[in-house]
């Protein structure tokens, strides 16, 4: 067990509806990553946050959003999905050491 | 090409062998990863490293800076290691961000 959380497991929605992935991060850590695996592209960075700012970007779709909360959980939001949009959503946090610690995914899969 | 390139892409062997992964990559980094994924999906990170050699029970990881080279040895191979491991870097100069670029991974099967 990483300490990092995901919710939902399994997220199953249809296209041209918006979804929200939760994620808190290991106790202490102010990093928040966000991460795309899909079975043609592979593991992909979309987002970091760092401490309730974001500090980079990656392949991130407009229609895709994050945030991270004064409590340090982080969020992301997918609107207008597309079939594309199935994967698996990883979310992962870092303190002091730069580690990085994975939360177990959420899978998407968009009818 | 890719930033990160792993070989070989898939691997199979028997229980007790002595395993080598590689990966390669053609940026300035400030360190290295290596992960784990197992069948149901979970990533857990092996090793981050920035130079030099490390050492986990069965596992050890090595990277070379000047050659943009790093590999993953698993001694004494065991079924339960069957997995994918995906090596990914940290990239020099991001703004204080260590957003991970990825290899696409190496599947990993052992057999009795």
């Known amino acids: 067990d990483s300490g990092v959380t995901q919710t939902p497991k399994h997220l199953i929605t249809a296209t041209g509806q918006r979804v929200t992935l939760r994620c808190s991060p290991r106790?202490?850590?102010?990093?928040v990553y966000w991460y795309q695996q899909s079975l043609d592209q592979g593991l992909q960075f979309l987002i970091q946050?760092?401490?309730?700012?974001?500090?980079a970007k990656g392949n991130i779709l407009e229609r895709f959003s994050a945030q991270q909360f004064p409590d340090l959980h982080s969020e992301l939001n997918l609107s207008s999905l597309e079939l594309g949009d199935s994967a698996l959503y990883f979310c992962?946090?870092?303190?002091?050491?730069?580690?990085?610690?994975f939360g177990p995914g959420t899978r998407l899969t968009v009818t | 090409k890719n930033e990160v390139e792993q070989s070989p892409q898939n691997l199979t062997a028997q229980e007790g062998e002595f395993i080598t992964i590689n990966c390669s990559y053609s940026?300035?980094?400030?360190?290295l990863h290596w992960l784990q994924q197992h069948p149901g999906g979970g990533i857990v990170s092996l090793f981050m490293?920035?130079?030099g050699k490390k050492k986990h029970g069965r596992l050890i990881a090595t990277i070379n800076i000047q050659e943009k080279h790093s590999s993953l040895h698993i001694t004494a191979s065991h079924p339960r290691d069957s997995a994918v491991y995906i090596c990914?870097?940290?990239?020099?100069?991001?703004?204080?961000?260590?957003?991970?670029?990825f290899g696409k991974g190496t599947k990993l099967t052992v057999n009795p």
């Open positions: 946050y760092y401490n309730g700012e974001e500090r």
């Open positions: 490293l920035s130079s």
């Open positions: 992962a946090s870092s303190g002091t050491n730069y580690e990085q610690y």
């Open positions: 106790s202490g850590d102010l990093s």
């Open positions: 940026v300035g980094i400030s360190a």
């Open positions: 990914a870097v940290e990239g020099v100069s991001q703004g204080g961000s260590e957003k991970l670029v």
